[in-house]
Structures are given as structure tokens and as C-alpha cells.
């Protein structure tokens, strides 16, 4: 059974991508150091796939430290590095973080893959490559525009690192560029945990409409989009997380072709801010509390994907639409309410 190294394994979408690795057959461990994530959320793992998921509680970024996992599982036969900070906000306020933490780790995990011949390789990149593109949808062969964040700085700069550590070694890689992933698995069992109050826009509604945030923000609506607000390509978790089966597949199945392959994740449909916000209001029936307010800086202005090629080369086919998203997004946040609901009338008489 091929065992893969999953880094981030108990982020938002390590861990939707972990489920989906064991249903299809695969053996996997995690390496986390669980700065914005739990490890607890390992549990739900388990409850989904009967499987007991092992996590590294190690921080990528110590060359000695993540070299001990792969001493540890000489039988690693890939990994996906999904392990970096992923907010464009906070990204253009904390550079040097962004910079830090993600190139570090990344050449870490690429320099052990190198010492230990483990020649399949998954990165997560983000659409957040292209910049602010000349014309949409894009396809993989777009051109880089100069990056608006810190965060897609990181991508386009991890992405040349990759392409460079596979042409040296001839190992093969595969980057999939994430648009929005968004959701959560229908079991209600995983979904976004952000730390604080979120920087995503899907989070932001559905904390909002619960009632844990008073009331959230529309980021600018005077951009040159059909409602004035910023327009992307929301994808569903779960189909973010068949990708990397299929691209494990993929490179398990082509060991002999070209070194580095690059795929769009995106449904291919662009929706705005406030096109969102009606969809989540239609679906929920709960009417939000938002304003209008400026814009963020690194936003970019409207992006959304050409998704032939995950299509047609990894048989990629996304299967929630923008109702499905918004829907098992808001089970998962009602059932957060009701977990702390129940929490605390448990602990209420001991207090
Ligand atoms: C979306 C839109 C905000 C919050 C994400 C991931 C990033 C990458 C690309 C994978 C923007 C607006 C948000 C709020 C708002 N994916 N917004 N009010 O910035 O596109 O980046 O997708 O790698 O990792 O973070 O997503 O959800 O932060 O913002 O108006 O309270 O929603 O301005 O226009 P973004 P986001």
C-alpha cells in the first residue's frame, strides 16, 4: 500500500484530503505542528474512515526535526505539502512571516524528499499566482502576474522551487492551483476551523449569520466586476481533495513523463461577494447582518478558473455546486453551536 506524507495533514483541507486518500486506498501520516490547526481533529479522521491517522507534531520549518519523520517512515512513496500560512490579508500586514514560514518548510520537506528518493511530490499552489490576470477565466499557461499578497508571493516563489528541486533529481511533481475551497465534508464530522475571527470570506457569513461575530464586511464594492465586489471561483472542499488523489494516481500511473505538472482547481464559474452573500441568505433563510466597507489590500479584483485540463488529463470532475458549498458550509457551523451548546451545559454545574 503507498504511504504519503501529508504536511498540513490537520488543516481545513489536509485534513478533508486525508479522508479522501484512505476511502481510495491509501496508507497516510500526518506531519502538523498544529500552530493553526488540532490535531483532535484526527478524531473525526478515524470516525469517517475507521483509520487512526499518526500525526508528526513538528514544526517543518527545523531542518532536523522533519528530517526524523522520514527516518521514521523509510516507506514514505510521496508527499503533499499542503503546510504554510494561507490568509492574503494577513499575509500584507506580515510579510517576512509568510516568506519565512512557507519557503521553509517547503525546501525542508523538498530537501528530505531529495536524501530519502521519494520522487512524487503534490504542492499546494493557489490561483493567487496569477495576480490580478489580463483576462478570465485562466487556463495553467496564463501568465504570473506580479503577486498582490505576500501569500501568492509564496506560491509563484514555490512553485519555481519545486519545478527546480524535480528537474535536478528527475523526481516528478504535480502543482494544483486552489481557487476558493470552501465547505465542508457532508458528514458534518470535518470543516473550516479558523483560529479567531476569520479571514475568509465563507467563515466570516456563516459566523455571522450564527451569531459569533456581530457583523461582517464587504471588502470594496467599486471594482470593475458586474456588482462592484470581488469576483472568484468558490470550489468545495471534498472536490479540492479528490484532486490529490487523482494526482497521486496520476504520477503513480506516468513515472516516466514530464517532470512537473501544473492543474487549475476551480469549477469554472465566478461568483462575487455579494452574489455569495445572496446565495447563502437564499439557502439559510437567515437575512445578514453586513456593510459596505473598503476594500482590502492584495485582494485581487476578479479571478476565476479554466478547469479543462484537471479535467481532462486527471479525470477531474468537481460535483457540489455553489448551493452545496454554502449549504454544508452552514451544517458545519450550526453544528459547532451545538457542540458548544452541549459542552457547556455539561460543564455548567461546575462552575
Ligand atoms: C474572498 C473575497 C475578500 C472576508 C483564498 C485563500 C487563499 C487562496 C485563494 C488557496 C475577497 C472578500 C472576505 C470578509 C469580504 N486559496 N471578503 N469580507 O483572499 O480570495 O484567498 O483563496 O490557496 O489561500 O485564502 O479568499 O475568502 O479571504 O476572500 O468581503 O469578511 O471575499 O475581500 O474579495 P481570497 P477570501
Not at 169 to 186: C, D, E, Q, T
Request: hydrophobic fraction near 35%; include cysteine; charged fraction near 20%.
Amino acid at each position: 500500500m503507498n504511504k504519503i506524507l501529508v504536511t498540513g495533514g490537520c488543516g481545513y483541507i489536509g485534513v478533508h484530503t486525508l479522508v479522501d486518500l484512505i476511502e481510495n486506498g491509501y496508507d497516510v501520516i500526518s506531519a502538523d505542528n498544529n500552530s493553526r490547526s488540532s490535531d483532535t481533529i484526527l478524531e473525526s479522521v478515524e470516525m469517517i474512515t475507521g483509520k487512526k491517522v499518526k500525526n508528526y507534531k513538528v514544526d517543518l520549518c527545523i531542518y532536523d526535526d522533519t528530517f526524523a519523520i522520514f527516518q521514521e517512515n523509510p516507506d514514505i512513496s510521496g508527499i503533499i505539502h499542503f503546510a504554510a500560512y494561507k490568509s492574503v490579508g494577513e499575509s500584507v500586514k506580515k510579510p517576512l512571516l509568510y516568506f519565512e514560514n512557507n519557503l521553509n518548510s517547503l525546501i525542508n520537506i523538498l530537501k528530505c524528499a531529495d536524501e530519502f528518493g521519494i520522487s512524487n511530490f503534490v504542492f499546494s499552489s493557489s490561483c493567487t499566482v496569477y495576480g490580478n490576470p489580463d483576462s478570465i477565466p485562466v487556463t495553467e499557461e496564463s501568465p504570473m502576474k506580479t503577486a498582490q499578497s505576500a501569500y501568492g508571493a509564496t506560491k509563484q516563489m514555490g512553485e519555481q522551487i519545486v519545478r527546480e528541486a524535480v528537474n535536478c533529481n528527475s523526481s516528478k511533481a504535480i502543482l494544483l492551483r486552489y481557487f476558493n475551497p470552501v465547505g465542508a465534508h457532508p458528514s458534518t464530522l470535518l470543516g473550516e476551523l479558523p483560529l479567531g475571527k476569520p479571514e475568509n470570506l465563507v467563515p466570516a457569513i456563516t459566523q455571522t449569520a450564527i451569531g459569533k461575530l456581530p457583523m461582517m464586511q464587504v471588502f470594496g464594492t467599486d471594482y470593475p466586476t458586474r456588482d462592484g465586489s470581488c469576483l472568484r471561483d468558490y470550489i468545495h472542499v471534498c472536490d479540492i481533495a479528490h484532486a490529490h488523489t487523482l494526482a497521486f494516481n496520476y504520477l503513480l500511473e506516468h513515472k516516466d513523463e514530464a517532470n512537473c505538472e501544473v492543474f487549475n482547481l476551480g469549477t469554472g464559474n465566478g461568483y462575487t461577494v455579494l452574489e455569495l452573500i445572496n446565495e447563502f441568505e437564499k439557502m439559510s433563510g437567515v437575512k445578514l447582518n453586513y456593510r459596505l466597507g473598503p476594500r482590502r489590500p492584495g485582494d485581487v479584483i476578479a479571478i476565476y478558473a479554466n478547469n479543462d485540463k484537471a479535467k481532462n488529463v486527471l479525470g477531474w470532475n468537481p460535483k457540489y455546486n455553489l448551493g452545496d458549498m454554502m449549504a454544508t458550509a452552514w451544517k458545519w457551523e450550526l453544528k459547532l453551536k451545538d457542540d458548544e451548546n452541549i459542552f457547556n451545559t455539561k460543564n455548567a454545574g461546575l462552575n
